[in-house]
């Protein structure tokens, strides 16, 4: 599919939420799950869930992701490429996208909690509004996302802290994954929050998150891409998956940033929203599946079994990021 202007080519949602609510349910129920997880393959999952945090903007358009059409238009062309593994999404646009029938064969992960709006006076205090672990269960999710900003110059930090705890912990339970996504964050002179990207940083939320809840069988950490993410990685052995954020540099220079991360052990993968649904030209699909071509796709059994195979030079597709 393509973007388009028709005011009217999801006036269909509308109708079914307001005459069959339980139409929601009925398509988690009968969509087809994701084959399933395996170690050397990585996995593609595009995030939805910023809206619900109020943040909007993307590079300097303040009010990018609030056109709702348009933004599931641009989920729908990057869930429509195959080496898109699934969804990371609040629970509004996760049930259009059921209603759509988009998440055919995708993993699924509900975003919990989405109370530390940005800009809020007390945005560090983020509090569960969105998906329980009980919710994501009955919707045959894979798991649940949770943003945890750590300010230790701000009390609500021990409550974030407490809360995704036990949010792991009901994950657990139901054996869904918990995905977490740790900062260690500062509000500057202005009372911005902002989050410290050094790999010191990084590296300390990391052992603050993953010893979150009573189990870790459960957790995967996602993290930024920064500087020294040899050291980042070093930092954990559960499951990681790198996450986009807003890109200040070009989409080359980003990319190249994902390649290098992804060759590191751990990393499970990519979980990024706005850099490859609004990227600078336009051109969605272009994104998606150059992000696609820096993933591994072949477990290692597949892989010996191609080196043995003894391919030629001529087949072997480099992955190039830029001219």
């Not at 869930?49 to 989920?75: C, E, I, K, Q």
């Not at 609500?156 to 900062?183: G, H, N, Q, Y």
């Not at 559960?238 to 989409?251: A, E, I, R």
Request: with cysteine.
């Amino acid at each position: 599919m393509s973007l388009n202007d028709d005011p009217r080519r999801y006036e269909h949602l509308s109708r079914i939420r307001l005459e069959d609510p339980e139409a929601v349910s009925r398509a988690a129920a009968t969509r087809r799950r994701h084959p399933g997880l395996k170690h050397g393959v990585q996995n593609f999952i595009v995030a939805a869930d910023h809206p619900a945090r109020g943040a909007l903007a993307v590079g300097t358009d303040p009010m990018a992701m609030a056109d709702r059409r348009d933004l599931l238009d641009r989920l729908q062309i990057a869930l429509a490429n195959p080496a898109v593994d699934g969804i990371l999404a609040s629970p509004d646009i996760m049930d259009d996208l059921l209603l759509l029938g988009a998440l055919e064969g995708k993993l699924v992960f509900g975003s919990m909690n989405r109370g530390g709006l940005a800009g809020l006076v007390n945005e560090l205090d983020d509090r569960f509004t969105g998906h329980t672990a009980s919710a994501l269960e009955a919707l045959g999710a894979d798991g649940g996302k949770m943003l945890t900003r750590i300010c230790l110059g701000d009390p609500d930090t021990v409550a974030t802290l407490e809360a995704t705890a036990k949010a792991i912990d009901s994950l657990a339970e139901r054996k869904l994954i918990a995905m977490v996504e740790p900062f260690l964050s500062v509000r500057d002179a202005h009372g911005k929050v902002r989050n410290d990207l050094r790999a010191d940083a990084v590296i300390k939320s990391v052992g603050i998150a993953e010893g979150l809840g009573s189990t870790s069988a459960y957790t995967w950490m996602k993290l930024p891409v920064v500087a020294e993410m040899e050291r980042v990685m070093a930092s954990t052995t559960l499951p990681t998956v790198l996450l986009g954020g807003d890109p200040d540099g070009s989409q080359d220079e980003v990319f190249a940033s994902w390649q290098a991360a992804l060759a590191l052990p751990g990393v499970q993968g990519l979980t990024v929203g706005r850099t490859l649904l609004y990227p600078h030209d336009g051109d969605v699909a272009s994104a998606v599946a150059t992000a696609a071509s820096l993933l591994n796709h072949a477990s290692p059994a597949a892989a010996a079994s191609f080196e043995s195979a003894g391919p030629t030079s001529s087949d072997r597709i480099p992955v190039k990021v830029s001219e």
